[in-house]
């Protein structure tokens, strides 16, 4: 397959396999990072939910068990919201039977809720660790810190859910795109409007994508589970694909067990749905018993990422009884195709089925 052995992804971010893992936060550390680099791949740090020693730490152990790979530290760039203590007590009073029946209760103090977005003390620890790659989600920080990151050596990626968002990153320099389908698990990469009805699947965005950047590599990320979607993903015009889902089966990731239990149900992982009840943000998990009674998407959910605070008192009791009813259990939608297995015995695996057919 000419596109898998000559994509432009091998020199820009110094891979052997254009095979990138998606940043998943609160899923991964650098366990699952190490596992695909030195299969190949680019391993990814998600930081968004990590204090800067965390992020330190995350980085000294990943070039510690990787001498020598290249890695991805992945950032937000969203907008933290204005505080509404209204909707947030609105919000709480949703959620009251919930806490009467766990028998937790429904006045006492609750967690904040927080995803820290890409701002000028980040810059500071990117151009003090040096990764190869950085990329970012919910568009892109100010032009004076991108101008900083890449001065630092770092090439660029980011999130683009449409066509627009793809020539929006493209004008502003980043080195590659990463086209994100309604397929993806997690969070919507959607930054130049909002509307999630209107998202585009991976296998019609992709071209359009090509289309769009400028000639720059675009990254297929969406529902791509095993080599007969990588394979698509590069007769369509992608340099490359980025997969999260399917790395969620290893030992290096980090579900906890009502998750896991649900991404191995093959049954239940078919169903799927963009939800905003745990963060305040679209996003696709496995459906479970609170997206059912409130309905996946909710006007009464806090703005992003506050939502999640007033869920955390639920979770621990309900996880304690094995369930996931109340917390994320992100998911794409091709997880039914994952395959159990070592990380990076899985990127191997896809690696030589394509280096077989090319």
């Not at 609160?26 to 992020?55: D, I, M, N, S, T």
């Not at 409007?193 to 019609?204: H, P």
């Not at 998990?285 to 006007?299: K, Q």
Request: proline fraction near 8%; charge should be neutral; include cysteine.
């Amino acid at each position: 397959m000419k596109a898998w052995r000559d994509s432009p992804l091998r020199g820009l971010l110094g891979i052997a396999h254009p095979i990138l893992q998606a940043p998943m936060a609160g899923a991964q550390g650098h366990e699952l990072a190490v596992a695909v680099a030195a299969a190949g791949g680019l391993g990814a740090v998600p930081c968004a939910l990590l204090k800067p020693e965390q992020v330190r730490e995350e980085v000294a152990q990943f070039r510690r068990l990787a001498p020598g790979q290249p890695l991805n530290l992945n950032f937000f760039c969203h907008t933290t919201p204005a505080p509404d203590e209204a909707r947030e007590q609105a919000w709480r009073l949703r959620l009251r039977p919930y806490y009467l029946e766990l028998g937790v209760d429904p006045e006492g103090p609750i967690p904040v809720s927080n995803r820290n977005p890409f701002d000028a003390a980040a810059c500071v620890l990117v151009e003090e660790l040096r990764p190869e790659v950085v990329s970012f989600h919910f568009g892109l920080p100010e032009p004076a810190l991108l101008a900083r990151v890449k001065a630092a050596g770092a090439k660029v990626l980011a999130s683009a859910t449409t066509p627009a968002e793809a020539r929006w990153l493209a004008a502003r320099g980043v080195d590659a795109v990463i086209a994100q389908g309604s397929e993806a698990g997690g969070h919507r990469g959607v930054f130049l409007r909002d509307e999630v009805y209107s998202q585009i699947g991976t296998f019609a965005l992709v071209p359009q994508v090509v289309d769009a950047a400028g000639g720059l590599p675009v990254i297929a990320a969406g529902g791509i589970a095993d080599e007969r979607g990588i394979r698509a993903a590069l007769a369509l015009g992608a340099a490359g694909v980025q997969i999260g889902t399917a790395y969620l089966l290893s030992p290096q990731a980090k579900v906890s067990a009502p998750h896991r239990a649900a991404l191995q149900d093959r049954e239940r992982v078919e169903v799927t749905a963009l939800t905003n009840l745990f963060s305040g943000r679209p996003a696709r998990s496995v459906v479970n018993r609170l997206m059912r009674e409130l309905g996946p998407l909710s006007d009464a959910a806090p703005a992003f990422p506050l939502a999640g605070g007033a869920l955390t008192p639920l979770r621990a009791p309900s996880e304690a009884r094995g369930s996931g009813d109340f917390m994320s259990l992100w998911s794409g939608q091709a997880a039914a195709l994952a395959r159990a297995g070592d990380a990076g015995e899985v990127t191997r695996a896809w690696a030589a089925a394509l280096d077989s057919e090319a």
